[in-house]
């Protein structure tokens, strides 16, 4: 009888804060914090409460009790993040009315990286640590640190368009070094300007409608090394090209990877022998139990770019993740690196079905066998996520009448494509690669 008079006052207190009456909606919600049993309406009640609270340290207090009683409550946690200023209350956005991107062109922050010694371009070199001057061979170290924890709220960035929203269609960029001022499709973060060769990156962190890069794991060898490998892996597969194969081009592939907790309900039915006094016989009995199992996975890992994903899917499970550094835009220089064109939200939800199904076929021998015959995502959330940018090496093979990709792993060397696992002869692209190499 409680509870439900407990929610009647919470009710009653939430209609008052919805039209201003925050007097009335704090006696309202006193009471229903005093009356109240259970974790869901204390922390409902808590949340109006700092709704119609306007000291900071005490609306604070309110937000704190509401968390301590749901730690996964979004609205919560996005009102905390705003008082802490890590998040802009003008930057939230109304679920029921999100924003089109805005098509045509739009300003973004470049990043230009030359030779302090002799203003020379300098490039990212291939060991994962050094800017190199194409002139006077002048290095620059970059930072070495672990990009694994350096991961976003996943609350917070839902809360902006940023987590829902795509790439523009372009974007213009005004270079440092000449002036001229040059347009970059939304596949790429960096390239070189068509006049004066300077390398630039963009400055994502300043670009409203994306979300920068957390973490990076650097190319780890070169062009030629890359040939190598895929003649070795033509070779392996037997495959006869039809035509001269392009070199591999050395780019930055976008994968989102997600935190998943919160806890599966479940309903399972346990078996037990049993004697029955009766007829002295033992007979089955079935019991029904509703429980929860808590989840926690980390680094699930998707890729955010839709043009390449079914082999660079493949190829994910080849990198060691553990080896990502802090995004630095020094890593891209002279190396093209793509957009994501997937937004976070929708691989959030790929990544949260990933685990809910995962978990759910380990549930029964996890579980000491028992029969479940129900289960729920309900009680399973995203915490957090990071956007990592990973090196590969693309080409196409012509095959079979049509084109295939092939990527080569620029971490560890591990080769994919959309090929079948089993082709026919080999051919003349040994031969044009190998010359390749000695030239």
Known sequence: MSSDYAKELLRSGIIDAKTG?????????????????????????WFWMSEVIDDPVEKRKALEN???????????????????GKLKAEDVIDPNKLPAAPEGLREAQADRFMCPKCGGRMAFSPDGATLVCDY????????????????????????????H????????????????????????????CAYCDSPHVVNLEKSKDLIAPNSILPHAFDQKRAIRLLIDWVGSNNIKPEKKVDLPRGIYLPMWTFDIGGDIDYTAEIVEDEDNPFTERREKKVTRINDKYPVMMN???????RKLSAVFMRLLPAFDLSALKPYDPRYLASWLAEVYDVPMADASLDARSQAFNRIKKQMPHLLGGI????????????????????PVWMTELPFGGREHLV????????????????EEESGGLLNFLADLLND
């Open 371 to 390: 029969n479940i015959v129900h289960t729920s995502s309900a009680g399973m959330l995203v915490e957090s996520f990071k956007l990592a940018l990973l």
């Open 21 to 45: 009456s925050k007097d009335t909606a704090r006696r309202y919600l006193d009471r229903a914090i005093y009356m109240a049993g259970s974790h869901d309406v204390l922390a409902e009640a």
């Open 66 to 84: 509401c968390l301590s009683h749901d730690l996964h409550h979004t609205r919560a946690r996005r009102a905390l993040a705003i008082l802490d």
């Open 299 to 305: 680094d699930i890992a998707l890729p955010a770019s």
């Open 165 to 192: 929203g795509k790439p523009l269609q372009e974007q213009v960029f005004h270079c440092n070094g000449c002036g001229a001022e040059f347009i970059l499709p939304p596949q790429q973060i960096s390239a070189n």
């Open 407 to 422: 990527l080569i792993n620029g971490q560890s060397g591990v080769v994919q494509s959309d090929l079948p696992s089993h």
């Open 136 to 163: 006077c061979t002048g290095k620059n170290k970059i930072g070495t640190g672990s990009g694994m924890e350096n991961e976003k709220d996943f609350i917070v960035a839902m809360a902006t368009m940023k987590g």
